[in-house]
């Protein structure tokens, strides 16, 4: 966490968006706050390089007409349509002016993208070259789109969607590829990365567990077509002496994560877990309930498509290792297989369609 507190000061952010469009409006979380947080203003403007912006881009948004807003304890809120020319695959500066009333923030702590946060209340001149800077993401929450366009695909997952192992500030998570890859195809398709680190399908831990999550973070979203379901390692990796039993709880619990989005008009697609033999989280019973489950995933008729991420990523001549050109820590792979495995999400999707 940064040393600047944020009340009465400014942090700017940047995130890669997938879609384009000339009308958005931005989604701002205080959902795992307990307080009221103030929001003096909000301003958007295309990002230029390191934590500069292209100040002529800059547009102030507005809540219900104003540009202030307190946002109440565990609720969220969503600006005002604004006109601005939002390119497909570009980088969006957004700085946010906290006022006084507010401690803690909800968050994001797994970026992989730098922010920047000043003492005071920045404009769009205002110079960040001697901000703070922390790999964090603060209070954002959401952009949508509203334009013409074929919809969204939400990814839920863990630290490998979360971009564990990516480059910090390159934008090249395996979901920055999958959109890459669509929309090089000529796809007008949005990617939402709903990845937390840590995070595990059965229990609580690094955020609310996915059987929890699932509802507000993909059901709740706006205009969905496909959910990717990518996430379950955690729950193998943390097991101890009941690996049978979480494989089995693993394999109900995509069913019905299946079940409710098929019931929203939904496709879905799941994915096989990758291997991790070589880290810490490997024993001989976690890989058995690691096949187990993707034995299903492979079999199962529950999904309108699966990605085999196990396959694409695993060493040929050893199976329970990561391919060793793929990997980072033997868990979670390098942008060399983010790459792979975006390309071969956008694949089994366009072939789904």
Sequence with gaps: ??????????????VKVSLGGDVIRLQLSNEYTDEATEIKSVFIADAADSCDILPKTARFLTFNGKRNVTMEARKSVMSDPIKYRLRPLQRLSITINY???????TSHPGSRTTSYIIKGEAKARTSFAKAE??????????????????????V????????????????????????????????????????????????????????KRFDRDVLQQRNVKCVVIFEGVNDIGGSNGNS????????????DMATKAHAKGMKVICATITPFNGHSY????????RQTVNDWIR??????????????????????????????DWLHLNPKGYEKMGKA??????QMK
């Excluded at 564990?164 to 500030?169: A, F, K, Q, Y």
């Excluded at 690094?206 to 059987?211: D, H, L, R």
């Excluded at 490997?282 to 309930?289: D, M, S």
Aim: aromatic share 8%; glycine share 10%.
């Design 1 to 14: 966490m940064p040393q600047t507190a944020l009340a009465g000061n400014s942090v700017r952010q940047t």
């Design 99 to 105: 006022g006084a009333k507010g401690g803690r923030i």
């Design 133 to 154: 800077r922390t790999d964090h993401w603060f209070t954002i929450s959401a952009i949508d789109v509203l334009s013409e366009n074929d919809g969204c695909v939400a």
């Design 156 to 211: 839920i997952g863990n630290s490998i969607t979360d971009g564990r192992g990516s480059t910090t500030n390159l934008q090249n998570r395996w979901t920055d590829a999958f959109a890459g890859s669509l929309a090089a195809n000529g796809h007008e398709i949005g990617v939402l990365n709903l990845g937390i680190g840590a995070n595990c399908v059965l229990t609580d831990g690094v955020g609310e567990a996915a059987v």
């Design 244 to 255: 049978e039993t979480v494989a089995n709880a693993l394999i109900d619990a995509y069913k």
């Design 282 to 289: 490997y024993t001989h019973f976690h890989e058995a309930a």
């Design 299 to 328: 079999k199962s008729t529950d999904f309108d498509a699966i990605i085999d991420f196990d396959l694409l990523t695993r060493d040929a001549d050893r199976p329970a290792f990561l391919d060793k050109s793929l990997q980072e």
């Design 345 to 350: 999400a956008a694949s089994v999707f366009e």
